[in-house]
């Protein structure tokens, strides 16, 4: 019998569904973790000038030079680590799954995560540990060391601060997972911005660490610009499997612009953080809501009087979208997720949100 053609894909993938992006037209969008705010328009125009005489006809620099010397300086790696720049760091994750993907490996994280861990070690045909968290969304360190013990991840992945739940792990809980890790550590600090804590100095203390960042949450996600950072013989290990050229022109020349005017995006980071605090402490005071804590540029929150699909419809509806989390329960059952956006467009969100659940 004749195959179908699509039965030459395998069955693993074939079952997956792909990243589903919600369609934003004509919405306050608030579901993505995005920045808000674009470059001024004095910069964009100075930037323009750059990009008008980019080399578009010659393949990028391979290993992006200038571009990874400027951000060793600005995030404050360590001389003696080594560094590799992916695609967005969804690449990099990638990557390195790609690279300890030996048949009975297996990748640990945690439940909720940030779904590209799971997506990534199903596509890459690697074993998906989801260690659930507590109830608040901390690590359970009985449960966690049991997995490691039982398991032996040849990588675990930390997000710190977590996506979806906003909020840093206990810094010495993490440290004893490093300890007890047998193989590769990755912390994940796409929102340090909105955090401003750091394992990066313990790279020089934990071989086994790698810290993974990206310019994605601070204003660049357009971009497509990530990092990762550890000791160089396993960096190099990575190296050999990124496709040569993944960081084009057009990002290279952007970033090494952006990183000259820093002060703007930590600038806006700055004015993001004032208004977390400021939508949280809103939320706060509405009863039928518990709101979790947050370091990062979002908010996640339950709603306790009505169906959280309808409390997002109607905040759609409002013109503000933000994500429902779909769950009918467990720890995210009934749970939204608000990205936090300029003060104009947060006023929208709460002014939605207090007519959805009133
Ligand atoms: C958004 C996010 C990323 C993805 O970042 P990109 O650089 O845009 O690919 C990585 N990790 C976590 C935890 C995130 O929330």
């Known amino acids: 019998m004749q195959k179908e053609l699509t039965d030459w894909v395998r069955p693993e993938i074939k079952k997956l569904v792909a990243y589903p992006v919600a369609n934003a037209d004509g919405l306050i969008k608030l579901d993505a973790m995005e920045n808000p705010y674009g470059l001024p328009h004095s910069l964009q125009q100075a930037l323009f000038q750059r990009l008008v005489s980019a080399p578009l006809n ?42 300890v993907a030996r048949p009975g490996a297996c990748l640990l994280s945690f439940e909720p995560g940030f ?13 998906y ?30 997000a710190y ?15 004893e997972i490093i300890r007890l890790a047998p193989g590769l550590v990755v912390v994940d600090e796409a929102y340090h911005p909105f955090a401003q804590t750091s394992f990066m100095p313990k790279l020089t203390e934990f ?5 993974l960042r990206t310019v994605s949450k601070m204003g660049l996600a357009g971009i497509r610009l990530g990092l990762l950072c550890g000791l160089p013989k396993i960096i190099n290990e990575i190296d050999k499997i990124r496709l040569p050229y993944n960081i084009n022109v057009l990002t290279q020349t952007v970033a090494l612009y952006v990183f000259e005017n820093i002060t703007i995006l930590e600038q806006q980071a700055s004015q993001i953080r004032q208004q977390r605090s400021r939508v949280y402490t809103a939320m706060q005071a ?7 804590p947050s370091q990062a540029n979002f908010i996640l ?3 306790l009087n009505k169906a959280a699909d309808d ?26 997720r608000v990205t936090i956006g300029t003060p104009e467009e947060n006023n929208a969100f709460l002014a939605a949100l207090e007519t959805a659940i009133n």
Do not use: W
């Open 311 to 336: 409390v997002f419809e109607s905040i759609k509806r409002a013109g503000v979208l933000i994500k429902n989390m779909k769950a009918e329960q467990g720890v995210l059952k009934h749970c939204l």
């Open 161 to 175: 601060p977590n996506n979806p739940s906003a909020n840093l792990f206990n810094a010495d809980n993490i440290e």
């Open 115 to 127: 779904v590209m861990y799971r997506m990534i070690a199903e596509f890459v045909g690697v074993q």
């Open 301 to 303: 929150f339950r709603v």
């Open 58 to 99: 010659r393949y990028p620099d391979p290993g992006a030079k200038v571009l990874t010397k400027i951000l060793i300086k600005q995030m404050d790696i360590p001389v003696e680590k080594a560094v590799i720049l992916g695609n967005g760091s969804d690449e990099l994750i990638q990557l390195l799954v790609m690279a």
């Open 207 to 211: 071989d086994n660490l790698l810290i």
């Open 129 to 158: 540990i989801g260690v659930p968290l507590t109830t608040d969304f901390n690590l359970d360190m009985a449960v966690t060391c049991e997995a490691i013990k039982r398991y032996q991840p040849a990588i675990i992945f930390i």
């Open 286 to 292: 509405i009863s039928a809501l518990e709101v979790f």
